[in-house]
């Protein structure tokens, strides 16, 4: 289930900017903050939810498990971190050069 969620919550991180994004045409999109912090949230949880798993396979000692998937989890949950902080930042820039207009 925790990988599930994480999956999950990582979809949700991706699309909240994007949905943001596209929002943007309208004159008075004022929710693009707000959905930047549960943006980082979701991402936050999502790679929460992996150490908690990697904790469960320690715990239980299912070493071959562990080790089959730590690499594959820390370039996804990599991959997830960087994605969303660009998102964000793309947002925050296209909102900014709004707000100065």
Known sequence: ML???SLVLG???W???V???VRRRKQKNNTWFSLSIFSFSACTVAVTFQIIYNYHLVKI???AA???TIGVVALVSSVLV???ILLNVVNLMLFR???IK
Request: glycine residues 4%; hydrophobic residues 55%; proline residues 4%.
């Open 97 to 99: 050069n709004k707000a």
């Open 82 to 84: 960087v994605v969303t």
């Open 61 to 63: 000692e299912d070493w």
């Open 3 to 5: 990988n599930i969620g």
């Open 15 to 17: 699309s909240l900017p």
């Open 19 to 21: 949905i943001s994004l």
């Open 66 to 68: 562990l080790m089959d």
């Open 11 to 13: 979809l949700i991180a």
